[in-house]
Antibody, heavy 125, light 107 residues
């Protein structure tokens, strides 16, 4: 049973950065396609970016280009979301989610079937 | 980037009713479309992937259809636990995209 456990809540100042972690257990981390999704208070789901373990590269929503970095550390089965130049509008719950798995060069996508518990990030002066 | 549009934004329905939610993609996403249910304070739950394949454990009253740019999620007979927000998401292309959600509320 795959589980994703995220780091705890954070309070940040505008202009600073936040790093959220997502540790996987119960499966083969290096095969997972992992994405990050956020949800501002009272708002919908917003896909931020994802990382493909085969290519080792991340893809980001245009809105976050230049401000977001997603990495995956297979040695610790942990993915990270780094968001910089924080604004008050970045106040949200941030989720990691598994949305596919890869074997060799072939990846199978099936929607985000496993989610972390969410990490609340508050940006406030 | 592909834009996903859901309608309506809110639907007021009574338990036992049949309801159909719509999702439209700005470009074809083939059948690479997922539906999620989210309740307050919880992470989203995957209901359907591949536009019409129910996830194990999801009740048969949930069904999905469509391909290309037009998709629907149908709940055949609403139960009290189905009142929630529903999102569609395309995973045919990077970057992924969610619709803005449809909230099912009790009439």
């Amino acid at each position: 049973q795959v589980q994703l456990v995220q780091s705890g809540a954070a309070v940040k100042k505008p202009g600073s950065s936040v790093k959220v972690s997502c540790k996987a257990s119960g499966g083969t981390f290096s095969s997972y396609v992992l994405s990050w999704v956020r949800q501002a208070p009272g708002q919908g789901l917003e896909w931020m970016g994802g990382i493909n373990p085969v290519s080792g590269t991340a893809d980001y929503a245009q809105k976050f280009q230049g401000r977001v970095t997603i990495i995956a550390d297979a040695s610790t089965s942990t993915a990270y979301l780094d968001l910089s130049s924080l604004k008050s509008e970045d106040t949200a719950v941030y989720y990691c989610a598994r949305e596919g798995s890869c074997r060799s060069t072939t990846c199978l996508y099936y929607g985000a079937d496993v989610w972390g518990q969410g990490t609340t990030v508050i940006v406030s002066s | 980037e592909i834009v996903m549009t859901q309608s309506p934004a809110t639907l007021s329905v009574s338990p036992g009713e049949r309801v159909t939610l719509s999702c439209r993609a700005s470009h074809s996403v083939s059948s690479n479309l997922a539906w999620y249910q989210q309740k307050p304070g919880q992470a989203p739950r995957l209901l359907i992937h591949g536009a019409s394949t129910r996830v194990t454990g999801i009740p048969a009253r949930f069904s999905g259809s469509g391909s290309g740019t037009e998709f629907t999620l149908t709940i055949s007979s609403l139960q009290s636990e189905d009142f929630a927000v529903y999102y569609c998401q395309q995973y045919n292309n990077w970057p992924r995209a969610f619709g803005q959600g449809t909230k099912l509320e009790i009439k």
